[in-house]
């Protein structure tokens, strides 16, 4: 990698000083971002006959070989947006070993970088404001019998503070766990970045594990350093909704927190969608908030549980019991769209009240930190 | 990728039983390891010229290509270790996109895995006993005048209990920071096995950033993606030893700690052997333990500073106010060896009665994680 980073830098010292100053992350790392958000990537592999870029958003694009064997390529300018590319150099997958930072979904790791806006910065960058504790927390379930892991953002000035603060309970999709609405969701820099501006109120997030057949993230349980999977053995039947009252139980006895349903949200995406339906549903008196981004509706096929029966029923008491946002965004494109189409008919058939944001695109993390950008600031107001 | 698991799966079926049956990790992830221990390695690049597998402590190694495209190579048994690797195809650097776990070593990210013993788990390895929280903690350096972040681990049963705790600092070396000792270091881990068999006694360990320049590691700061480096604009010039007390103030204030000198402990390594060795020095009534891993002993050419002035005179006078534990560890191979051969000296010579440990090796993680499964039993007794 030296030799790559000499060359690279050699390759800088030979543009012209113009072309230097036209460089807005160059000094960040790898990928160069240049002023008008354009992305040059580079990778050295004189011996390959094919280096294709795969960048989130874009349709992957063959990079071109330079005399010296780097192949680079130089995007159009870029949305403000977080990435993810990797290099296919002759079929061959490849991170970009100039660039340390990276995203795990389920089994795949790819590099990642931010393009920031030219006037502020994209919300899911880290800026020079207050930031939150993040801690890998192990509470005890009663209901699993077991110990198991989530993952809490305290705001910032909670510890120096003696004032008690609403919760909100963010829920990953399958697939994810623990750590997925950090990693992939950047919800510390979200909450960072909205709260020091005054848009969002402080507020404790709380983010578990939705996945009851792991206590922890894949690596932190004693399983060991097993391979990430998309299905479990045990999800959507209804055990993860019947347990979370054990998560809301440690967190209201270890946090200072304001136990009132309105100052109590609940959101997840996906999967996580689904469990803030039901959770929320079957406890029509503890939610003051709840998110459905790009949720399942559902129940798999074949799954059985009270958690899920009589569902049209148990919305139509939550929202007779005043709730006070209900919010459901969703993609034109989401493979859930119909399903969140009839969940919506529903809600207006029997007069439900819940606001709506339907937005391009897919079921994609592109969309979920959207949400959560626009989600956090309605909260506990 | 799926068409490499499928390759993978394909290829495992056709193994026989008895083959299949020797496998020890293979349910675990790539790259599989076998029953004696040895490891097989595998990388689908069809078109590939030559393929080296790159492993810690072993040679540079040809894979052998297979029929279908898949090049592989199995090891020899390895000894229970964490150990890092990856693959150069064709001269291109490679992470295994089997394999999601990896570590970062400054500005280097290779892939990992971990070896256990045929009877007992390797102490780096999460094991099935109760495990203590870790916490991204964004404290207030007065004497810097900004925030700045520490990881902090609380063992298990600290949330449930009332009792106080003694103190663990430890600090990592140059191109570190305070994630270092949990992602390479396996600190975490480490504390939470041995403190689970009864070898070491529950302790909070507090992990700052050593590097005054910045306040948060790569990637957590406002200066954002930055590319990791080894050596800082500010960095063992006395700055980070004399801030080091707003790091023991917010600690004794936001946890609850015994403020007691044998309840104390500090060690590092490298740069942090040396912080270690002069922040305790300077302040002999404050730490009964040391450890100095590997340290650095003398300042860099040219700084100077109070912290540094009359180290021996300081250092006689910590062993005259009764250190309970000073610990020097050091590879045989290490390029610091010379130098903390003339500090033990001098400590022999002023009758400093101190524990010390040489190890096979040089200046690395292998050792410095060691030195810790040593250090930490030692503590607080």
Redesign the interface.
């Known amino acids: 990698?030296k030799h790559l980073i000499i060359t690279v830098l050699a390759a800088l010292m030979l543009l012209p000083a113009s072309a230097q100053q036209e460089l807005k992350?160059g000094?960040?790392?790898?990928p160069l971002i240049n002023k008008d958000n354009s992305v040059t990537f580079s990778?050295?592999?004189?011996?390959?006959?094919k280096v294709t870029l795969h960048l989130d958003y874009t349709d992957d694009a063959d990079m071109q070989r330079q005399a010296d064997g780097t192949w680079t390529l130089t995007t159009q300018p870029l949305k403000p947006e977080l990435y993810r590319y990797n290099f296919i150099?002759?079929?061959?997958?490849?991170?970009d070993?100039?660039?340390?930072?990276?995203i795990?979904d389920v089994?795949?790791?790819m590099s990642?970088?931010?393009i920031d806006g030219d006037d502020e910065p994209c919300p899911y960058?880290?800026?020079?404001v207050?930031?939150?504790?993040?801690?890998?927390?192990?509470y005890d379930s009663p209901t699993l019998g077991t110990?198991r892991?989530m993952c809490v953002y305290t705001p910032?000035g909670y510890?120096e503070s003696h004032s008690r603060y609403p919760v909100f309970y963010l829920l990953h999709g399958s697939g994810g766990d623990e750590t997925a609405w950090l990693e992939h969701g950047r919800a510390a820099q979200i909450a960072d970045n909205l709260i020091a501006s005054g848009k969002a109120d402080p507020m404790i997030i709380v983010m578990p594990n939705g996945n009851v057949d792991e206590n922890?993230a894949?690596?932190?349980?004693?399983?060991?350093?097993?391979?990430?999977t998309f299905a479990h053995d045990k999800w959507m039947e209804g055990t993860f909704e019947g347990s979370f009252k054990d998560i809301v139980d440690y967190v209201d006895s270890?946090y200072r927190t304001m136990k009132l349903k309105r100052k109590r949200a609940i959101a997840g995406l996906s999967m996580g969608g689904y469990h803030s339906l039901y959770i929320s549903a079957n406890n029509p008196s503890e939610y003051g908030y709840v998110g459905l981004f790009s949720a399942a509706i559902n129940p798999k096929q074949g799954v059985s549980s009270p958690i899920y029966d009589d569902m049209e029923e148990k919305v139509k008491t939550q929202f007779l019991q005043h709730i006070k946002l209900y919010w459901i965004g969703i993609g034109e494109d989401d493979f859930l769209y119909k399903d969140n189409a009839r969940f919506t008919r529903m809600l207006d058939k029997n007069r439900c009240r819940y606001t709506y944001e339907e937005s391009s695109g897919g079921h994609e993390w592109r969309n979920w930190r959207k949400y959560l950008v626009k989600f956090l600031p309605l909260l506990f107001k």
Not at 43 to 49: D, G, H, S
Not at 218 to 228: D, K
């Open positions: 990698m992350g000094a960040k790392g790898a990778i050295m592999a004189p011996e390959a006959k150099v002759d079929g061959v997958k490849v991170n070993s100039n660039n340390v930072y990276s795990r089994s795949t790791v990642m970088f931010i960058s880290v800026t020079n207050p930031h939150g504790n993040v801690s890998q927390v192990w110990k892991r910032a510890e922890a894949p690596g932190a349980a004693e399983t060991g350093l097993v391979n990430p270890h």
